[in-house]
């Protein structure tokens, strides 16, 4: 064999080494967590409300709600804000602004999670304890953190799907006699619309997926929440708050709630590049 | 009455203004408010002298030696690994079945949360692998996790060589390993590198995978296979467990500066790449 062709053959081996890591990814936490949902049943262990582990009950309804809920609430927060900020920094403001404005969006995005749950645990959990009642430590603060957290992921996808639209878009609209924002509204948004969603998508799976942030500010009661000054706790903040001391079948239900979250994650991946793929053909 | 388009124009304009504005803003408050408390407290003994009484007094020294270290492992595991991927990518194959694949892991690999990374370093690098909690162990994880930006970024700086180069190479009898090494690399490296960068910022403000694998011994590492704490790591332990309000302040503002510092230099150079071309 050439040295050229080995060169090539060995570029191959590497480029293999990401698929590799998510198989191994995968292997090593089904392998630890698939035998206790064998063990509990997946249904006692998915819909059960009582997650008890010193007393082997192992149940993350509530875990799985809490994750639902604070979702959503990132998602009312940041899809608007995100959304509106794509059509600000494409539409609305000169190219040279834009290009000082980005950088800074995307400092948002390096901001290390701890930070913001650092700053939703002394600035937005007093606001609520104090205006609204409750803990303080609750769905509400955690959404709207979360809510700023994903917000340069929404930002920069949706711009970068409004900008690949064909100019003539746009053109044809506003000679047709539309105005500036009629044009955005009616013409530009339904256009660019996959890349949007694929940008929510993504959004969503960066807010099912953060862990300390939301350690910091959720609370982490394992009850079912009943409104959105209740504590919570995510799939992910489970994993984080009790992998450091637990052993044996707990440590296996923390696996086991990560098989949960992989597939989620997983699915709404998939579900993203399935979308943009779509939008792009 | 019905409100004219010009009006409802002029308020959907308002509002997107608005919009923008406070999101900046948000950015802003975020910033100033651990800036404000913990700048006053940045002293340089801060920096040079061993945390004490778990944290409550003296400085972030070895949390500083953490945090490069778990850095430098984890970059130099995987540059090589992302840029050679990219390689294959961009150089050795179109669009076929095998690059399908390849994409799609990477994909899938960027949105897996760090938590799960966190899980797997436990389970492999540290239990299985016999590395334990150490700066091996955290920063094989890290690599893992930054390799997907560095796979991004890099093909897309080896897209952006023009193909003339290429063609120029291979005319003069260059070999395509010889076209990459001398032509694709050399062009492609500033882009190159503003992702290994990306990548290090990830390295330093990453919590939930370093805290599982890498633990949280804020003793001086003398080894590889020594724990360690990061700042990040020793920042939220100083916040969550409520350890000292002043010394989180101060870590905390540290850990801005640091991440403000990668990130200016790294646009700089996005910048600086953009124009030349």
Known sequence: ????????????????????????IAFFIFQQGIPLIWKVGLNSFLLGDRWFPSKESFGIFPMIVGSFWVTLGSLIVGVPLGVACAVFL?????????????????LLGAIPSVIYGFWGLIVLVPLIRNSLGGPGLSILAGSLVLGIMILPTIISISED???????????????????????????LLPAARSGIVASIILGMGRAIGETMAMIMILGNATQLPNSILSSARTLTTNIGIEMGYASGDHRQALFATGVVLFFIIMGLNSLALIISRKGRA | MKISRHHTQGLAKGVIWVAAFST?????????????????????????????????????????????????????????????????????TRESGVSRVIRFGTDCLAGVPSIIFGLFGFVFFVIFLRMGWSILSG?????????????????EAIKSVPYTYRE?????????????????????F??????????VGRSVGE??????TAGSSFITPDSLFSPIRTMAVHFYILAREGISMEMAYATGAALILLILAINTVANWMMYRYAHKA
């Open chain 1, 1 to 24: 064999m050439s040295k050229e062709k080995i060169l090539e053959k060995s570029f191959l081996l590497i480029a293999l080494s990401s698929i590799s890591i998510l198989a191994l």
């Open chain 1, 90 to 106: 494409c539409e609305l403001i000169p190219p040279t602004i834009a290009m000082i404005l980005r950088p800074m969006i995307q």
């Open chain 1, 161 to 187: 799907s409004l900008r690949a639209l064909p100019r003539t878009y746009k053109e044809g609209a506003l000679s047709l006699g539309a105005t500036h924002w009629q044009t955005i509204w009616r013409v």
């Open chain 2, 24 to 92: 900046l803003a948000v950015m802003f408050w975020i910033l100033y408010q651990v800036l404000r408390e913990g700048l006053p407290l940045l002293h340089p003994d801060f920096f040079i002298q061993a945390p004490r009484q778990m944290g409550r007094a003296g400085g972030i020294f070895s949390t500083i030696i953490g945090t490069i270290a778990l850095t430098v492992v984890a970059i130099v595991i995987a540059t090589p690994l992302g840029v050679g991927t990219a390689i294959f990518l961009q150089e050795y």
């Open chain 2, 139 to 155: 920063g094989l994880t890290l690599a893992t996790m930054i390799l997907p930006t560095i796979i991004c970024t890099a093909e």
């Open chain 2, 168 to 188: 120029v190479s291979f005319a003069l009898g260059g070999t395509r390993w010889q076209t990459i090494r001398k032509m694709v690399l050399p062009n492609a």
């Open chain 2, 190 to 199: 500033p882009g190159i590198l503003t992702g290994v960068l990306l990548g």
């Open chain 2, 207 to 212: 919590t939930a995978a370093v805290i599982l």
